[in-house]
């Protein structure tokens, strides 16, 4: 027994005096607060490798809702905040949260819904559409977990004349992805942003039934958290990345990024029709 | 530290609003876990006695297994769940996915190697002469093993609390078969996930307090009853 005891503690230490070299001092290091979409998307990956060449630095990704995100970014957690939640945005910096938004890049929401569309609102405008989800009382899945997808969905039903929970509308308080689950699963329709369906589309029964439409874009933006607030904020290195974002070649990296041979992001910088 | 005392106000506002969505998610926690513990206590114990007292083929192999099997993540069990409860899956037909039901199910192959186990154990250190007494006063099957799970009772209780513990505390399943819908199947647990995922430490932690109290009572509860049913020494 003692026997055993003795060699775990021992393979314990390995394990620690092994794992120690890896936590020593690392080139410059960037927090960056963004949206479950952008990681899970694999835009990052594309985009974040370049600058950490260039920069010599390395970006640690904490991908949550917009909402935690902009918490982050307040609570001094993170130096970069890449969102999309445009009022909430301007909130964040009014409130001297952050010093500096640019425009970056946009995606669009879809209204998705079971194949057999019991609501009838196939290519219906986003307002109608929801009404007449709301009036026959179907079946509606919402993430109910502030994040910028569920922050648009509200506006929308707001813009649609106001929402009244019904009994069939069910609240997930759960990410895109399972939320699109649960909504296929449960055959619901669902406001979905179009990256996650994609990556979802083999996996889940749903069909997009309202798509386009000025209403249904999805601007993301990315802002630098305020260093006056809190002094171990790396502002020039949080500058320079913003910098890059919004430069040519980044921008030309989004405008290319496809998935399932499908454009999901638009570049905010790039001329329109490139 | 502001972040603790936010938690700890709002924890007292919501104890004493009486937050009816904190307490929905309270009682669901409670009576989801105490179901499952219910249902593996009323399996576990006679498998855990069989395991003890019988000889078969396998039999060293089944311990083995239940005793792995205390180590299952919870993630794991939900995951299987999923897949076994999914409209693509084998009890699709079944409409338990997304309900109460489909936590309870989840949470009795949590709990089930637990009171296998345990009780296992328990038995099996049994005093050889407890056995041999009961033998010889002629008790019969159902007499002698319940003599040996009331001389064993300390681990029996342990098994009980250990269950309930990793049952009423765990999110893998809670989050995956039940899908945090809000009303119907939010526990507390998963409860926490979604407030921290929103950003509200505060109202997370409170939340993770009253779990925090309600796993305590609950143990305590059942601790207190353990210890009196001890004849007095």
Redesign the interface.
């Known amino acids: 027994m003692r026997r055993l005891l003795t060699s775990l503690l021992v393979g314990f230490a390995a394990l620690l005096g092994a794992l120690l070299p890896a936590c020593k001092a690392e080139p410059a290091r960037l927090r960056l607060a963004t949206t479950t979409s952008t990681r899970d998307s694999g835009l990052l990956d594309a985009l974040l490798p370049v600058f950490e060449a260039e920069a010599r630095a390395r970006i640690d990704v904490i991908a949550?809702?917009t909402?935690?995100?902009?918490?982050?970014g307040e609570a001094g957690d993170v130096d970069v905040v890449m969102v999309h939640a445009r009022a909430a945005e301007d909130a964040f910096l009014a409130a001297g949260h952050g010093v500096r938004r640019e425009d970056l890049m946009w995606n669009t929401f879809e209204l998705l819904g079971p194949p057999a569309d019991p609501a009838q609102v196939k290519d219906l405008e986003i307002g109608p559409a929801l009404r007449k989800i709301a009036e026959a009382k179907a079946l509606f899945v919402s993430r109910?977990?502030?994040s910028g997808t569920h922050k648009k969905e509200l506006a929308l039903w707001k813009e649609a004349g106001g929402l009244a929970p019904w009994e069939r509308y069910?609240?997930?308080?759960?990410?895109m992805g399972?939320s699109l689950v649960?909504a296929g699963?449960?055959e619901a329709y669902v406001l979905s942003d179009r990256a996650t369906f994609l990556a979802f589309r083999d996996k889940v029964e749903l069909v997009p039934l309202v798509t386009g439409g000025a209403s249904l874009r999805n601007p993301y933006g990315v802002m630098t958290v305020n260093p006056a607030k809190h002094p171990d904020i790396d502002a020039k290195l949080a500058d320079a990345f913003v910098d890059f974002l919004i430069a040519e070649r980044a921008q030309v990296i989004i405008r290319d990024f496809q998935r399932e041979g499908e454009r999901l992001f638009f570049p905010a910088r790039l001329p329109a029709g490139d | 530290m502001e972040l603790l005392w936010e938690g700890l106000s709002e924890a007292t506002r919501v104890l004493v609003s009486l937050d009816p969505l904190v307490l929905g998610a309270t009682w669901r926690s409670l009576w989801v876990s105490s179901l499952a513990v219910l249902l593996a206590t009323g399996l576990g114990l006679p498998l855990g006695t069989l395991l003890a007292r019988r000889r078969f083929a396998g039999r060293s192999l089944l311990v083995l297994a239940s005793r792995v099997g205390m180590a299952t993540p919870t993630v794991f069990l939900g995951v299987l769940g999923y897949a076994l409860f999914s409209r693509r899956g084998p009890l699709g037909v079944a409409d338990l996915l997304y309900t109460p039901w489909a936590i309870v199910f989840g949470e009795l192959l949590l709990a089930l190697p637990i009171t296998i186990s345990i009780s296992h154990g328990a038995v099996a250190a049994l005093d050889p002469r407890i056995p041999f007494t009961a033998q010889t006063l002629g008790a019969g099957t159902l007499r002698r093993w319940l003599t040996y799970l009331s001389e064993a009772r300390i681990g029996v209780m342990l098994a009980v609390l250990t269950a309930f513990a990793r049952c009423v505390t765990e999110l893998g399943i809670a989050m995956m078969v039940g899908g945090n819908i809000r009303g119907h199947t939010r526990t507390l647990a998963t409860a926490i996930a979604l407030e921290t995922g929103k950003g509200e430490f505060g109202r997370g932690l409170a939340m993770g307090l009253i779990l925090l109290l309600v796993a305590l009572g609950v143990t305590l509860a059942i601790a207190t009853l353990g210890r009196q049913s001890r004849e007095p020494a």
């Open positions: 949550v809702g909402g935690k995100a902009l918490k982050l109910g977990d502030d069910l609240e997930t308080g759960q990410g399972r649960v699963e449960k």
